[in-house]
T-cell receptor
């Protein structure tokens, strides 16, 4: 089992560019999440999904969109990147007992 | 809105000493999690606490949950350098099967020789 994987691991964008972060899990979990981590802020929930075809807003959803077309994948999109979106992004999936995190994507927007 | 507060946010301690990290939360919940994060790495699950009075131990770390006080503690016994990391607590924001974790800001632990 690979667990939770994220692509890419690093990315540098210019302001206004777009990109998609891919999260994949092989544990057949219904629940998937996207967080961002900034110094001193802990992890903040961007969007989440409770099953294939569903998405919901978290604490900091503005500037991001998500899709969950397949149960194993959860995509996070930035349509027009801003410097404030410079962060480390973590994807996670969970069962009823425990939540598992991916390795993270470090995104810099210049 | 669920708030999760950890203290201290920064903790510098000597090897061999004991200390406790506190995690307070603002609404009713009986599911609390502790994670460890090393610099530049992802979060690693340490403990899952699912009921009032739950206590779990792994090596030099012990976690407990008091749902009535809305408080969890992470106790470190005889600290060693390898325990240096950031520790996060997280609480499930909603009951039932709607799982959504709210995280504390983390406690940066440095263990000095």
């Amino acid at each position: 089992n690979a667990g939770v994987t994220q692509t890419p691991k690093f990315r540098v964008l210019k302001t206004g560019q777009s990109m998609t972060l891919l999260c994949a899990q092989d544990m057949n979990h219904e629940y998937m999440y996207w967080y961002r981590q900034d110094p001193g802020m802990g992890l903040r929930l961007i969007h989440y999904s409770v099953g294939e075809g569903t998405t919901a807003k978290g604490e900091v959803p503005d500037g991001y969109n998500v899709s969950r077309l397949k149960k194993q994948n959860f995509l996070l999109g930035l349509e027009s990147a801003a410097p404030s979106q410079t962060s480390v992004y973590f994807c996670a999936s969970r069962n009823s007992y425990e939540q598992y995190f991916g390795p993270g994507t470090r995104l810099t927007v210049t | 809105e669920l708030k999760v507060e950890q203290n201290p946010l920064f903790l510098s301690m000597q090897e061999g000493k004991n200390y406790t990290i506190y995690c307070n939360y603002s609404t009713t919940s009986d599911r609390l999690y502790w994670y460890r994060q090393d610099p530049g790495k992802s979060l690693e699950s340490l403990f899952v606490l699912l009921s009032n009075g739950a206590v779990k131990q792994e090596g030099r770390l012990m976690a407990s949950l008091d749902t009535k006080a809305r408080l969890s503690t992470l106790h470190i016994t005889a600290a060693v350098h390898d325990l240096s990391a950031t520790y996060f607590c997280a609480v499930d924001a909603e009951g039932g099967s709607n799982y959504k974790l709210t995280f504390g800001k983390g406690t940066l632990l440095t263990v000095n020789p």
